[in-house]
Structures are given as C-alpha cells and as structure tokens.
C-alpha cells in the first residue's frame, strides 16, 4: 500500500489533501494521512476580528466559530485519515515520521507546516511583543487591551494610552484599521478621553506593503490615516523593553500594548542535516516542489523557498499555498503511477486584498484595482468561494452570515 502523509493542514495542505483523496478514491492501495497539532482548520485571515472584538459584543465561544473549521466536518466521507499530532522530526532514511507518542511510515510526504512569527533576533520583541498567528494569539490581544482600558479607567488623571503595530504589512494594517473601532468602542464602555488614545504602526521599510503596487501602499497609508492611525515609516526596531521600543536611530516609543507583526519564520521539521534551508528556515524546493535533499519529500507554503517564472521568490499568500498545494497533489499522481515527469510549477498572478477598517478595503488585481466598499464584497466573495470548497454551498454560506454578524459589531 501507498501511504502519502502530510504535515500540516492548513491552506495548502488540507487542499494536497482533499485534491489527492478526489484522485485516489477508488484506488484501495493508496492511503492518505492528514497530521495536525490542532483538530481544526483555522480560518486565519480572519484572526484580526477576533483579535479586535469587544467581549460585549460577541462572546468567546462565537469568536472561535467564527474562525474554526473542525478537521471531521471537513474531511467527513472522504478517505482521509486525520491524525492529530506534532511533528517532532523526519526519518528519511526508513522513511518515518516521528510525532509525539507515535511513528508514522510514509511512502510520499508534503510538509506543509507553515511559519511562524518572526523577531529577527531583536532583544525583548518575543518576550513582550504579540503575535498574531493562532487562535490563543488573537484572544491574547483582544484581553490585553480590554485589561488596558479596565486598568486605568477608575484613574483620576487619565494616562495616555499607546498601541503599536509593529509592521506595515497586510496584517499590520488590518489590525491596525479594526483596532481603532475597538479603541473607540472600549473609550466609550470605559469613559476614556479618544483623545489619549493613540494607534502607531511603525513599519522598517519606506512604503506600506512593501513588494506590492505603490498605489495600493499609498490608498492604505491614506485610509489610516483618515481613521486616525499614524504610521511611522523607515523606522527600523531594535530593541524592545517591557515600556517602550528602541528604534536605530536611538528614538525610545513608549507603548501600552504591543502587536507584533513583522514577518514569519517557517517551521520546517527537524531531518538532521539533509534539509537545505535558507536564511528563513524555509526548505529549498526544485521546480517540481520536491525539496532538495530528500527522496519522495515535497514542500510548499510558508515553510518551503519556492521560485516563481522570474526567479524571484514567491511571495507568501493564502492563494498562493492553495495553488501549490493543488499542484503537488496532480504532480503526485505520476509519481506514483509512474508516468512521465509533470511540467514544472509555475506560479500565477494573484490578486491581493486588504481589509482596513468597517466595510472599507483594496484589491489589487494588476489592472483590476478597486477601493472601498466594492472591494470589502469582493474579498467577502473570496471567503464564500473557500468555504465552499471545503464544505458545501449550504454550510459554507451559513458560516459566512454568521461571520458577518460577528463581524458587524465591530464597525
């Protein structure tokens, strides 16, 4: 028997996953294993409404509905074992992988494990700062400030309170832009002065969303702007205290809370020396997504260094991972009916959306580019479309009204 397992099922993975099932289904001498820590699929672009909703509003328990999927509703009826479970390490040579308690053989193997944040080594920016990669992330942040505003507010003097994002990225500015609506909803709950309150994104390049259209960098510079945030370009961290960071030029910042969200780190499975990783961690791939090194192993995503047409890496999106990981799963299939060897892969043009604040956000789609509320229905659209794919048109648009009813409070 064929056994094909997959670490990891997020985005590329779970759709490795479910394109290969649809492949060999009737095939009874090939089995596929699905392996993840966490017993869900974790819907993560919508982390940052969780991060940024008021516990009045909505509770715990919706908010976890709102961006979790659980791994037996989706993979219900199809052939596909699901093993929860972490990777600790790969055993190439027997061809084993070694989750906690247990071993897993394997004949094929897709890592698709994703990252996680990074902190480019600057003292005191894990310990302080938070992250927004995971469930527990987003409820971290949405306590603290809400700890924040309830802490001061019996205060006689009302203190300035400070929050910075650090990292203009896309979900920099996402929380950035929900931020301000929970700022202005906990000043009101807790009768603070909006005027001592202040948003700061504080970005090390010179542009917003640097790698992407300067026309898009400049529309989100501005709608942050309209709705209050300032944005402090060029202003590389390095140091982070429990009170303030430290930027290179010396400059001190205080703050009150500190989200952190300034790039990621892959997180690649320990194979002692036969993986090749670059600076980031990330797996060297070939053109078929095969990662050098290692007989019958595939990688992509976040945790893998994959190239595009131009040479250029790929940058890193949900769109991109789904893509990559339906390619591995067609290649997959003349690997093991042994025909002839599939054409390399070749990343697409994707189109890009940010979401800023209320029903306001910007798509870019090369020459397709829209602002606004048009783009907020479109992107809204896009979530539709995934959910379909994972669960059916009934279920998929029950979720998404639910997410917008969730979602709404937060205007």
Same mark, same amino acid.
Request: charge should be neutral; proline fraction near 0%.
């Given at each position: 028997m064929t056994k094909i397992v997959i670490i990891g099922g997020g985005f590329g993975g779970l759709k490795a996953a479910l394109d290969l099932e649809k492949q060999f289904k009737k095939d009874s001498n090939t089995q596929i294993y699905l392996v993840d820590k966490r017993e869900y699929h974790l819907f993560s672009p919508n982390l940052f409404e969780v991060a940024t909703s008021d516990e009045e509003l909505v509770s715990v328990k919706q908010m976890k509905r709102s961006v979790v999927l659980p791994f037996s509703e989706i993979l219900k009826g199809k052939q596909i074992k699901f093993v929860q479970g972490e990777c600790l390490s790969i055993d190439s040579a027997r061809k084993k992988?070694?989750?906690?308690?247990?071993?897993?053989d394997y004949d094929f193997l897709i890592m698709a494990s994703g990252a996680e944040s990074e902190y480019y080594g600057i003292l005191g920016a894990k310990k302080y700062g938070m992250a927004l990669k995971t469930l527990p992330d987003a409820f971290r942040i949405r306590n603290r400030i809400e700890f924040i505003f309830g802490s001061h507010s019996l205060d006689f003097t009302k203190k300035n309170l400070h929050f910075i994002v650090a990292g203009g990225g896309y979900t920099g500015l996402e929380i950035a832009g929900r931020l301000k609506s929970l700022t202005d909803f906990l000043a009101w709950k807790y009768q603070y002065p909006r005027q001592k309150i202040e948003i700061v994104v504080v970005e090390a390049a010179s542009k917003l969303v640097e790698g992407?259209?300067?026309?898009?960098?400049?529309?989100?510079?501005?709608?942050?702007?309209?709705?209050g945030v300032h944005i402090r370009l060029s202003s590389r961290i390095s140091g982070v205290d429990q009170n303030f960071i430290e930027l290179m030029s010396g400059e001190k910042i205080v703050y009150d809370a500190l989200i952190w969200t300034t790039g990621i780190k892959a997180t690649a499975p320990n194979c002692g020396n036969q993986l090749m990783?670059?600076?980031?961690?990330?797996?060297?791939?070939? *053109?078929?997504?095969? /990662?050098? &090194?290692? *007989?019958?192993?595939? /990688?992509? &995503?976040?945790?893998?260094?994959?190239?595009g047409s131009d040479g250029k890496p790929v940058p890193g999106s949900v769109q991109e991972a789904i893509n990559q990981g339906k390619y591995v799963a067609w290649a997959m299939s003349y690997y093991i009916k042994n025909k002839r060897p599939p054409v390399p892969y070749k990343n697409k043009q994707l189109g890009f959306i940010v979401f800023l604040g209320g029903k306001w956000a910007i798509l870019d789609f090369g020459n397709f580019y829209i602002k606004g509320f048009m783009a907020y229905v479109v992107g809204k659209l896009a979530h539709l479309r995934y959910y379909v794919?994972?669960?059916?048109?009934?279920?998929?648009?029950?979720y998404i009204v639910?997410?917008?009813k969730m979602y709404s409070r937060n205007d």
């Open positions: 992988v070694n989750l906690v308690g247990r071993f897993l992407f259209d300067d026309r898009l960098s400049f529309d989100a510079y501005n709608r942050l702007q309209e709705l990783l670059n600076r980031q961690c990330k797996i060297h791939v070939n *053109e078929f997504l095969h /990662a050098q &090194g290692l *007989e019958n192993v595939f /990688a992509f &995503g976040d945790v893998a260094n994959v190239s794919s994972l669960v059916g048109w009934f279920k998929a648009l029950k639910f997410q917008s």
